[in-house]
């Protein structure tokens, strides 16, 4: 199922017993924030050995044995494939139709539209694909100041246009981005355009 933008965060902090998770798009930041938020929210923690797998692309063929198995700890598994294309498609058609409830998340940045592997996971009722495009215009202004006002920092309106035409490629980057400018603010500080430039 092609998951609605607006119905990301609820789904990133419960996904409930969805099996597969596709995160596919040109903003590699956005995939990988999203793809550590289901870690998170499902094992606990990024770097737990008992309930996590993180696989390379030349990892796929290893997607059905991860997915069978189960934590020594008990717990929801979650198995993480960064980079993957439609080779992941068998593999992971094949963890679905066994039992289990562990979470294969697949990272796919640069996915085509007319990859096998997104139409698949579109399709499946036990499998959501989100799209991770890079925030324009308003919406990257709005996470700007959001992100800045969490670090308490408040930001003038032309040094908030300035960073938006700034920013915002890659939401990981912007994200490091603004934390050294929040550092360079200081606590409570202001960010004006001379500050953001």
Not at 40 to 69: C, H, N, Q, T, W
Not at 114 to 137: D, F, N, S
Request: glycine residues 10%; charged residues 25%; negative net charge.
């Amino acid at each position: 199922m092609k998951l609605d933008a607006r119905r990301v965060a609820a789904f990133l902090e419960s996904p409930g017993t969805c099996r597969v998770v596709l995160l596919y798009g040109d903003d590699y930041g956005i995939i990988r924030e999203r793809s550590n938020s289901l870690l998170k929210s499902v094992a606990g923690a990024l770097d737990d050995p008992f309930r996590v797998a993180d696989l390379e692309k030349d990892g796929v063929g290893r997607i059905v044995e991860e997915m069978a198995s189960r934590s020594l700890t008990g717990g929801r598994r979650v198995v993480r494939v960064r980079d993957v294309g439609d080779a992941a498609l068998v593999p992971t058609t094949a963890a679905m139709a066994q039992a289990g409830d562990s979470l294969l998340v697949l990272e796919a940045p640069g996915l085509a539209a007319r990859a096998k592997l997104r139409a698949a996971m579109e399709r499946a009722p036990e499998a959501v694909a989100i799209a991770c495009y890079a925030l324009e215009g308003a919406a990257l202004e709005q996470m700007i100041g959001q992100t800045l006002a969490r670090l308490d920092v408040t930001v003038e309106r032309e040094a908030l246009s300035w960073l938006a035409g700034q920013l915002g490629a890659d939401q990981g980057v912007t994200r490091s981005e603004l934390e050294k400018l929040a550092l360079f603010a200081g606590l409570g500080g202001r960010v004006d355009l001379a500050t953001a430039q």
